[in-house]
């Protein structure tokens, strides 16, 4: 598995970097296409898992807490006649402090400049087909469809969580719902962890893509750098392990990540707002703070295929979610290049 060492690079500049690249050119046969899509919805929709799906891999962090996913990054999705660039963004809610604008901007500046915008939309809970009937979309999902609808890409529509239905039946008025909100490219049912719609989704996704060679290496899986999902994953064993609030108000920054081939050497600083998160964070004797770096460096060794030795401080950073220049300190910032 290759992980990239930049991140940011756009759609114009990914296809200029692949039409300028001969080996690229030559392995690549006419009828081969290759571009951006970006997954977006409301927080919690199913991005993540689904772009897990259709990589074949954990590469990004899913849970089932909304709003876990704070940046965008990129899953290249490679095969023999396509190569889809998946840009998994944060979902889309309304903004509350300088963080959750930044997200929001962030799953925007995804939806720009690519070639199809998948639209993700939970498919609700519904006992019978007369509740099934009467169900609408609700005005969060409709705020998120019309900013959608403002950026000019194809649209299409992934229903999430198929599985949730007792009966395919009760999907049909469901559909007809979406459909007369928006004219979509299309619209198909999925579940992600089943499995089902996926292959139909893969064609509906293809017609989108311009003919073009690959617009990254075929053994690339991501534009971000190691150190970054090592990041991810030990904010992710913060949600796992902690109460509800408090991993909201934590961040991560990765201080160094020594790659060896037989161990890798990791240090990590949490940072929270305020001396008594500090306090929870750590637990009684430390206890806290432990099984969080365990859960994080097992997860980490699984991600990478290596053991490795992970080491984390906590830091009072105080009120960084409300201070866009403790944000950007902390890496919360457009990406311009170089390592997360």
């Not at 509350?96 to 925007?108: C, I, Q």
């Not at 008594?276 to 750590?282: H, V």
Request: proline share 5%; aromatic share 6%; glycine share 8%.
């Amino acid at each position: 598995m290759q992980i990239g060492a930049e991140h940011g690079q756009d759609a114009d500049e990914a296809r200029t970097s692949a039409a300028g690249d001969d080996a690229h050119a030559a392995a690549s046969t006419s009828d081969h296409r290759a571009g951006f899509v970006a997954l977006c919805g409301r927080p919690n929709v199913g991005k993540s898992t689904l772009l897990n799906a259709l990589l074949g891999t954990e590469l990004a962090v899913a849970s089932a807490l909304p709003q876990t996913t704070r940046e965008r990054m990129l899953g290249v999705w490679s095969t023999a006649r396509f190569q889809a660039v998946l840009v998994d963004t944060p979902g889309i809610h309304r903004a509350r402090s300088a963080l959750n604008t930044f997200m929001v901007d962030e799953a925007m500046r995804g939806a720009r400049d690519v070639d199809l915008v998948l639209m993700l939309a939970e498919i609700p809970i519904v006992a019978d087909s007369e509740t099934a009937e009467r169900w609408e979309p609700g005005p969060g999902a409709l705020a998120v469809l019309s900013a959608l609808e403002k950026t000019g890409r194809p649209l299409g529509l992934v229903l999430t969580k198929l599985d949730r239905l007792s009966s395919p039946g009760l999907l049909l008025p469901i559909i007809r719902a979406w459909s007369s909100r928006a004219s979509f490219a299309f619209i198909v049912p999925t579940s992600a962890r089943a499995g089902n719609g996926l292959d139909r989704l893969e064609d509906e996704l293809v017609r989108f893509l311009p003919e073009s060679p690959p617009l990254y290496d075929a053994e690339q899986l991501s534009d971000r750098a190691m150190r970054w999902h090592a990041g991810e994953r030990v904010r992710a064993a913060l949600f796992a392990t902690l109460s509800q609030e408090l991993p909201y108000s934590c961040a991560v920054t990765i201080e160094s990540f020594k790659e060896r081939p037989e161990k890798d050497t990791i240090r990590a600083v949490i940072h929270v707002e305020r001396d008594s998160q500090k306090a929870i964070l750590i637990g009684r004797k430390g206890k806290t703070i432990k099984s969080i770096s365990t859960r994080a460096r097992q997860d980490i060794a699984e991600f990478t295929g290596r053991p490795c030795d992970l080491f984390v401080n906590v830091k009072v950073t105080r009120n960084w979610t409300k201070n866009p220049v403790l944000l950007e300190k902390l890496g919360y910032h457009e990406p311009v290049g170089g390592e997360s």
